[in-house]
């Protein structure tokens, strides 16, 4: 899941084989780029990257980032740009959002959101969305804080980490902490397969606008979606960073992107030829997951903070592909040991 505090690099268990070679030249607008720009967000990866195919590359990233010519020479010796999976993919985007809330009920904020409680276990089910929201936790002293819409519960969750404005006028961060361990099924989808909306009309906003003018039928579109996410409170943050993820980092705004760890190797460098209103060729680092993103061409853009990064990330859902920067050995030895 999104900005889950793991303290160690997910290794993938080794590559499909559909997996096919590419020349640096084959990357449509690889000159153009800021790798510079990349290779700063990827020399914040090596911190949790582990192993002796790393160890060089990690040294030698840390001098490499004199110029972007130097960084884009960085990228070509040491990597070989290689398509998993087969095209086409699938981008969308996501967002950390500002909202308002307390960390106590008030007449005004009465939408919690949840502590880890003690006795979830990864990887097994527990409560239900629509038994939690139901008030199977109620009572417990599990509320981290409260909020005014119930939708606003809902899509933090779905991005896995916020900042709530508190009325004292301080920020309070919170990220992800665990998951109920149901599978994420897309209102989205389910508002297509009501007739409520057509796919094309499909957004973060077009849901939200939905779900606020049909309150009782909202609630029961949003407890169509089982999974339910738990969140911590995060106060070692700077106002400039990104929120934590996957690889228990900040994330940067256009440079960090979620992708499906059983395909993408995190903190790989990673291609991006997004189709779509708003074509998008640039070089990113595989630093996050979500709940949704699965597949070898799947991944989740990330748009930074704030509503104008939401009301982006919201409308994005474009094809194209994704190339993988691998170490030249990756391949032969099918992991990063």
């Known amino acids: 899941m999104r900005a889950a505090l793991l303290a160690v690099w997910i290794m993938t268990a080794g590559l499909p084989a559909q997996a096919q070679n ?3 030249s084959a990357l449509a607008g690889w000159e153009a780029d800021d790798h510079l ?14 192993g ?8 030698l990233a840390a001098s490499a980032g004199q110029s ?5 020479a960085f990228f070509e010796m040491l990597f070989q740009p290689t398509l998993v999976g087969q095209p086409p993919a699938l981008f969308t985007g996501y967002f950390e959002p500002e909202l308002k809330g307390s960390k106590t009920k008030t007449g005004k904020f009465t939408q919690p ?4 409680p003690k006795e979830l276990v990864d990887g097994e089910q527990f409560l239900t969305r629509e038994r939690i929201e139901g008030g199977a936790l109620r009572g417990r002293g599990l509320e981290l804080a409260w909020l005014e819409d119930p939708v606003d519960v809902f899509f933090l969750q779905i991005q896995g980490s916020g900042r709530i404005s508190l009325p004292n006028g301080s920020v309070m961060r919170v990220g992800y902490a665990g998951r109920n361990g149901h599978e994420y099924a897309s209102i989205g989808a389910e508002l297509v397969r009501r007739g409520a909306l057509k796919e094309n009309e499909l957004s973060a906003q077009s849901i939200r606008a939905y779900v606020q003018r049909n309150p009782i039928v909202g609630k029961d579109l949003l407890n169509a979606n089982p999974s339910y996410v738990f969140f911590l409170e995060i106060k070692d943050l700077r106002p400039e960073d990104g929120p934590i993820g996957a690889m228990s980092l900040p994330i940067t705004a256009m440079r960090s992107v979620a992708v499906d760890p059983s395909f993408v190797p995190l903190g790989a460098p990673v291609w991006l030829e997004k189709s779509g209103a708003n074509p998008l060729n640039r070089l990113m680092i595989a630093q996050d997951t979500g709940g949704a993103i699965k597949g070898a061409q799947r991944a989740d853009i990330f748009f930074g903070t704030g509503p104008k990064a939401g ?3 919201g409308v994005i859902r474009d094809g194209g592909r994704m190339v993988q920067l691998l170490p030249h050995d990756y391949l032969a030895t099918g992991s990063g040991s």
């Open 68 to 72: 972007p010519a130097s960084a884009r």
């Open 311 to 313: 009301d982006a990330a």
């Open 52 to 59: 002796p195919m790393w160890a060089p590359i990690c040294k």
């Open 113 to 116: 959101i949840y502590a880890r």
């Open 37 to 50: 720009a990349a290779l700063k967000v990827f020399q914040n990866s090596c911190a949790r990257l582990d």
């Open 22 to 24: 590419l020349p640096f």
